[in-house]
């Protein structure tokens, strides 16, 4: 019985979300705060959304996460070469740049959302699914125009936020100081500085990518409020009414649990939430020159000139 016991506890530990774990606490910064200083990733073979032949399953058992992971490093690896050139050349890089990890998360879950329960991002809004489906219609007939037609990631501004696991450069450091906490994104060079003296919103007028952030300290969480997004973040298609609330706790030495709420009422039915651990590392967060080597946006753009002329356009 006892080892019956101490079995479900360490289970409860790995599934239960970070304000049910055991009570550990972070040490402190010099002005009190709880010490979130560090460089850590969020790297995770675990989607966004649960894939639909994993419907109404919210955990993996230990020896289907194994299985997953490994067809999952098959299926997304650079280094396959059985599709047609352009889905070839489309993978860019190699395995040796990339940074997508080597498992799951280790609650097994089987998607990073965990709100709603089905795991998927809420169904559109039937004004932002006519808005989508508008912007498709008009990006077929405009897709490179100018640098303007392409993505705030292709043309090196942002890779946005919430905080999302990519294919690579998932590193971020966070810095503390009295009154602010900064995180720096590796990918697209990302500086976030987040005050902490209480100060309200900037002006509506006034508008940026990653929104305008305030934060606090509930116990031993950072929550961080951001609105005032400009309508060209364009997270998952919403709008400049986006409302992100984040929370990093750091549940044991070597991670926080790192949750965002996403609410935009002209988006999304519903609002929803994800919960994703960032995991201490020793790598460094590394300078990523992106506008120095950003061959690729004129080469999009000088390939559609030529296609133009080519049409007689």
């Not at 004129?298 to 356009?313: F, M, P, S, V, Y």
Request: hydrophobic share 35%.
């Amino acid at each position: 019985m006892r080892d019956v016991v101490v079995a479900m506890s360490a289970l409860a530990l790995v599934i239960l979300p970070a304000g049910a774990q055991q009570k550990w606490k972070a040490p402190r910064t010099p002005d009190g705060q709880p010490d979130l200083q560090g460089v850590w990733t969020n790297s995770t073979l675990t989607p966004l959304e649960r894939p639909p032949e994993l419907a109404g399953k919210e955990f993996l058992t230990e020896k289907e996460a194994a299985e997953f992971g490994q067809r999952t490093l098959a299926n997304v690896t650079s280094e396959r070469r059985d599709a047609d050139p352009a889905v070839d050349v489309g993978r860019s890089y190699n395995e040796f740049w990339r940074d997508r990890g080597s498992s799951v998360i280790a609650s097994r879950r089987t998607s990073l959302i965990v709100d709603p329960p089905d795991g998927k991002v809420p169904p559109l809004t039937p004004a932002a699914q006519k808005k989508q489906d508008e912007a498709r219609a008009w990006a077929r007939q405009h897709t490179a125009d100018g640098p303007e037609d392409r993505s705030l990631w292709e043309r090196c501004f942002t890779r946005g936020m919430p905080i999302l696991p990519g294919p690579y450069n998932n590193d971020f450091q966070i810095v503390q100081t009295p009154g602010y906490v900064v995180i720096l994104h590796e990918m697209i060079h990302d500086a976030r500085v987040i005050p902490l003296d209480g100060r309200p919103h900037v002006s509506p007028n006034i508008r940026g990518w990653m929104g305008d952030p305030r934060g606090h300290w509930e116990g031993e969480t950072l929550v961080v409020d951001s609105t005032n997004f400009s309508e060209k973040t364009n997270f998952r298609g919403s709008s400049q009414g986006l409302h992100v609330t984040e929370r990093f706790t750091r549940v044991n030495a070597n991670t926080i649990s790192y949750e965002f709420t996403v609410d935009d009422p002209t988006t999304w039915t519903r609002p929803w939430s994800a919960q994703i651990p960032m995991n201490r590392t020793d790598e460094q967060v590394y300078e990523y020159a992106c506008q120095e080597g950003n061959y690729a946006l004129h080469d999009i753009l000088a390939g559609a000139r030529a296609e133009e002329k080519k049409a007689g356009k």
